[in-house]
């Protein structure tokens, strides 16, 4: 996470806009069929090695070497041997076609360097490399094949490739004497189609799981590509990102002008939008925002910055991402993994749960620490302080704190990403109603009744001054149940909707031991003279105690109380995303 505030806002992603290769796909090409003016070749071989078959007519064998000859010279990823084996350095789908090269045994590229180089543009979707009077070219084959004088035929063949989910790409040369001044456009044109490559990446595992629980949880996923549509959809349908009946390709060039018909167009579950240009990225995450929703955008690519700032969560490729990417990204992804997207949402939904726990617990203290001022007050004296100010900083800072550590540090509740994301203030009517009208008020009455029983005891009467020890026993007592009221607040703070005893009792250790270190400190503040002496109490009663070990089962019983009654309450447990497939707007 390079911004922690974000954190919490991951929580309420509801849509996610991924990208494909190195996401949902694993980012290691292999080229599997070439098809050439001369035929088809099949290519067979292990990951990147160099050494692999080429299977098809000898006519079209040849062109696949003269094809991946040229290929080779308009890249610059090549195959490398490491100790592990044969290796991508840089890009890897050009790697693959170095891969391709050696297996073809298209000779090795000589080493004249380049005169001119026009690079890779996501919204030319083709490059060129200029050698002597040799212009190499290769690309999308839609942004190559109208700029070759003979792509009779290959158009068909990459619609083909393209369906069988394989990333595909055109090749082509040009003799041409190029003027020091054109530019790209006037060089790459007039261009002689060498062939098609298409080039397999498989998915990632663990995607079509990450794909379900974000279904469970009510956040859509739609996958933006520069890739051509039949890729894309077919990849969507591998990973299981593809829904039959709502999911639907759209090209970038077809998307509406207008932002409320594209925020429309685009809030379903399953979208693809291919041949996407960055500026296309930054008008989907607005358009969505627009729409109320909560937008997570993946992005490698150095034009891709504007479209990851202007998103909720900006997600960048740790590993395969542009540091422009990365220095714009909220979020940066180690392994470029679309299931460490899902993770983080996760987690954001477990700090943000976490934060509120916390927030209620403290919240509860404040009451109980406040109604025996209030009582004292609003009875003009006539009912003693129950406990001072040192007492109330005592529980503050020594008794508090460890458990709300410990609630700070709640693990993910298996139930976290089950519905639609919390898009709640952290501080919200839940939040006050339950800390400030149930469990304090209940934390404050044990603690007044135990304050009174001692002091009746101890045989003091409305109005009275009470005796010194009367006072520092009932205090004791009243310290005491506001302790073990707490203690059970902090149990109850573990869950927002379900009973103490559903939780399991270890489920968070780190509590436990926080709340055992709380009764050794609550016995030392007690029993210790001198810290005793300076809070002004001391160990209380039988009775008092009695009364105040209520404290833990009326806290329990009464957030049990209240657990049930929310529960019952109409539009609870809403489907996260609805039949119709459109993506669950952020729960109110
Ligand atoms: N290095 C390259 N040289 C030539 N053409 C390329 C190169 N990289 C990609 N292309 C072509 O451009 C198309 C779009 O690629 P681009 O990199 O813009 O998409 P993308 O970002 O890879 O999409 P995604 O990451 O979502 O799969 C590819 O389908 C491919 O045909």
């Known amino acids: 996470m390079r911004r922690l505030e974000s954190v919490e806002t991951l929580g309420s992603t509801t849509v996610i806009c991924t990208d494909k290769t190195g996401t949902l796909t694993q980012n290691r090409m292999a080229v599997l069929e070439v098809w050439t003016p001369a035929g088809r070749v099949q290519v067979s071989g292990v990951g990147y090695e160099p050494t692999g078959q080429l299977t098809g007519p000898p006519g079209a064998r040849e062109a696949t070497a003269e094809l991946a000859r040229a290929a080779v010279r308009c890249s610059t990823g090549r195959i490398q041997e490491a100790p592990d084996g044969w290796t991508a350095s840089g890009d890897p789908m050009e790697a693959a076609l170095d891969a391709l090269a050696r297996r073809s045994g298209a000779p090795a590229p000589d080493d004249v360097p380049a005169t001119r180089r026009f690079p890779f543009d996501p919204r030319r979707r083709r490059m060129s490399v200029l050698v002597g009077h040799e212009l190499y070219v290769k690309g999308a084959p839609d942004s190559v094949l109208p700029r070759c004088t003979d792509p009779s035929g290959a158009a068909a063949e990459a619609t083909r490739l393209a369906s069988a989910g394989l990333r595909v790409l055109a090749v082509a040369v040009r003799t041409v004497d190029l003027p020091a001044r054109a530019g790209a456009d006037e060089a790459e044109r007039e261009l002689h189609l060498l062939g098609l490559v298409g080039l397999e990446d498989p998915p990632r595992e663990g995607v079509d799981a ?25 990849i969507a349908r591998q990973v299981g990102l593809w829904q039959e009946g709502s999911s639907r390709v759209v090209t970038g060039a077809d998307l509406p002008a207008d932002a409320t018909a594209l925020g429309a167009l685009l809030d379903h579950d399953g979208i693809v939008v291919c041949r996407v240009a960055p500026e296309d990225k930054l008008r989907i995450a607005r358009a969505l925002q627009a729409r109320g929703h909560v937008v997570a955008m993946t992005g490698d690519g150095v034009n891709d910055g504007p479209a990851l700032r202007a998103a909720d969560i900006g997600v960048a490729m740790g590993r395969s991402g542009t540091d422009v990417a990365r220095q714009a990204a909220d979020l940066v992804l180690l392994d470029d993994h679309f299931a460490t997207v899902v993770a983080a949402v996760r987690q954001g939904r477990t700090t943000f749960a976490n934060i509120r726990r916390f927030l209620t617990y403290h919240l509860t203290d404040n009451v109980a620490e406040l109604a025996p001022f209030l009582v004292f007050s609003v009875t003009g004296g006539a009912v003693p302080l129950a406990i001072g100010v040192l007492q109330v900083l005592g529980l503050d800072i020594a008794t508090d704190l460890l458990p709300a550590l410990a609630l700070g540090a709640e693990p993910s509740s298996p139930r976290v ?69 707490q203690f059970g607040t902090a149990f109850a703070c573990r869950s927002s909707s379900r009973p103490v005893w559903r939780l399991g009792w270890r489920g968070n250790p780190l509590l436990v031991g926080a709340l055992g270190v709380e009764v050794l400190v609550l016995a030392a503040v007690l029993t210790v003279p001198p810290v005793a002496d300076l809070l002004g109490h001391r160990p209380p009663s039988l009775a008092g105690l009695a009364v105040a070990g209520c404290a833990v089962p009326a806290v329990l019983a009464v957030d049990a109380i209240g657990k049930a009654v929310r529960a019952r309450r109409p539009g609870r447990g809403v489907d996260a995303v609805d039949r119709t497939g459109r993506a669950a707007p952020p729960r109110g």
């Open 210 to 234: 990450a794909l379900v629980e974000c279904r469970r949880a009510g956040i859509a996923v739609a996958m933006v590509t520069g890739d051509a549509g039949a890729t894309a959809t077919a």
């Open 417 to 485: 990403l089950e519905g639609p994301p919390p898009r709640r203030r952290l501080v919200d009517r839940h939040v006050l109603t339950r800390a400030l009208a149930v469990l304090g008020p209940v934390e404050a009455t044990v603690a007044m009744t135990a304050f009174l029983t001692v002091l009746v005891s101890a045989g003091w009467s409305y109005g009275e001054t009470a005796s010194g020890t009367a006072l520092a026993t009932a205090s004791g007592a009243a310290f005491t149940a506001i302790v073990l009221g």
